[in-house]
């Protein structure tokens, strides 16, 4: 079955950058898109972007395009994003997200365990 | 941008009443919405997609309806597992939107 497991949690000062992880499996990891999510405590759910990972190509908001950073390595069904110039308000839990289909729908199926950044 | 609201934010019901939450996105998305459940410490999950399709495995207790720019997600007969946050989402010109969420807690 599908799995995304995702890095462990971070801990980072304002200013700096962190990467997190998002490792697949049970699936061809380049046929489907994947979308990074994030919620900060308490509140709702934001889209940061996504990729392709059979050519790397990605969309993010304009808010994210300066600071986020989103790749794939197909050799080991990996996603990464990076997330620089941090501040406190990207204090979350970051979850990396599976398409539900091959060709993109944006509906967010498979979900990893969430890797919770704190900006302090 | 394609904002998406939600109503009611909360919603107090008792085991066994049916539950509709509303969501409404300020341009056509014409069937492509989504609904998602969350539960606290956990990861959501895809409810419903195109408007009215249940994900793999929801039951059929839940239904969703709409077209354009008004959506509704329906629980038939609340049950104690249901009581968690719903989340609906679109897309938009490659970019994903969710709502503010409906808390529907227990009366």
């Known amino acids: 079955q599908v799995h995304l497991v995702q890095s462990g949690a971070e801990v980072k000062k304002p200013g700096a950058s962190v990467r997190v992880s998002c490792r697949a499996s049970g699936y061809t990891f380049s046929a489907y898109y994947l979308h990074w999510v994030r919620q900060v405590p308490g509140q709702g759910l934001e889209w940061i972007g996504v990729i392709n990972p059979r050519d790397g190509s990605i969309s993010r908001p304009q808010r994210f395009q300066d600071r986020v950073t989103l790749t794939s390595d197909t050799s080991t069904s990996t996603a990464y994003m990076e997330v620089s110039g941090l501040t406190s308000e990207d204090t979350a839990v970051y979850y990396c997200?599976?398409?539900?289909?091959?060709?993109?729908?944006?509906?967010?199926?498979?979900w990893g365990q969430g890797t919770l950044v704190t900006v302090s | 941008e394609n904002a998406l609201t939600q109503s009611p934010a909360t919603l107090s019901l008792s085991p066994g009443e049916r539950a509709t939450l509303s969501c409404r996105a300020s341009?056509?998305?014409?069937?492509?919405l989504a609904w998602y459940q969350q539960k606290p410490g956990q990861a959501p999950r895809l409810l419903i997609y195109d408007a009215s399709k249940r994900a793999t495995g929801v039951p059929a207790r839940f239904s969703g309806s709409g077209s354009g720019t008004d959506f509704s997600l329906t629980i038939s007969s609340l049950e104690a597992d249901d009581f968690a946050v719903y989340y609906c989402q679109h897309r938009d010109n490659w970019l994903g939107t969710f709502g503010p969420g409906t808390t529907v807690e227990i009366k």
């Open positions: 997200v599976r398409d539900k289909d091959t060709v993109t729908t944006f509906y967010f199926e498979f």
């Open positions: 341009q056509s998305v014409y069937s492509s």
